[in-house]
């Protein structure tokens, strides 16, 4: 299992990634947010470079926004992001994004919010590395998991077998509610890690 810290919650993000860097963690997890896919707004281009700049892990961007091609030409630069997640739920020709972020050299991503029939992205299966199963409504840390994650988890486990495609949950992770969603490949912890007195020992409850 991999764990991909989201930083949208943190008191002090440098101050966090710095602490993190040397833990067990896979990835810093970036909750990039335009206000109108969801009505926040979080991390600028600039302070995603910036950031990336003290990262010591891959990053693992999530694009909550209408119009990816936008941010992924501002982001193509930055050396070290592996993944580049965008929304099934966009008005966008979704293939032609994939294949731009693969043709960028990232892992494609492709993102559903909890209401989305997981069926409804068969089309696109054999253009994605990694699916993002949304566990909350986009747009908030520090929500309550839904509690249909586990059924639609098994459900996208079932769709996706026997494809290389990376199973990634997220929203209202914790040390209990990993349980219930353990089957996937990369879980997103935001505010149990970046909320806590002492993250580095949350780390530690979510790896065992
Ligand atoms: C929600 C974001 C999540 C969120 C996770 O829109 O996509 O990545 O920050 O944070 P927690 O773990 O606090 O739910
Ligand atoms: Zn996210």
């Known amino acids: 299992m ?3 810290v989201s930083i949208l919650n943190s008191k002090d993000r440098k101050e966090d990634i710095i602490a993190l ?3 067990e963690i896979s ?3 970036i909750d990039v947010m335009d206000g109108n896919f969801v009505s926040q707004k979080a991390f600028s ?3 995603i470079v910036k950031l990336s700049t003290i990262s010591e892990k891959p990053l693992d961007i999530h ?3 209408d119009n990816p091609l936008l941010y992924i030409e501002a982001l193509k630069n930055i050396p070290n992001i592996e993944n580049i997640t965008i929304h099934f739920e966009i008005d966008k020709d979704i293939n032609s994004i994939l294949t731009r972020i693969k043709e960028l050299g990232f892992k494609r991503g492709l993102s559903i919010k909890p209401n989305t029939k997981i069926e409804d992205i068969i ?17 908030l840390g520090g929500q309550k998991i839904l509690p249909q994650s ?13 494809r290389n495609i990376t199973i990634e949950v997220d929203g209202g992770i914790n040390n209990e509610t990993i349980k219930d969603i353990s089957q996937a490949d990369i879980f997103v912890v935001g505010s149990y890690i970046t909320q806590s ?7 530690k409850t979510l790896l065992v």
């Open 2 to 4: 991999k764990i991909s």
């Open 21 to 23: 860097n040397k833990t």
């Open 27 to 29: 990835y810093f997890h």
């Open 45 to 47: 281009s600039d302070e």
């Open 63 to 65: 694009l909550m926004v």
């Open 123 to 139: 089309p696109y299966i054999d253009n994605v590395d990694l699916i993002l199963l949304m566990t909350v409504e986009p747009g």
């Open 150 to 162: 586990k059924e639609r988890l098994l459900k996208l486990k079932n769709l996706v077998e026997n």
């Open 197 to 203: 007195q002492n993250p580095i020992e949350k780390i």
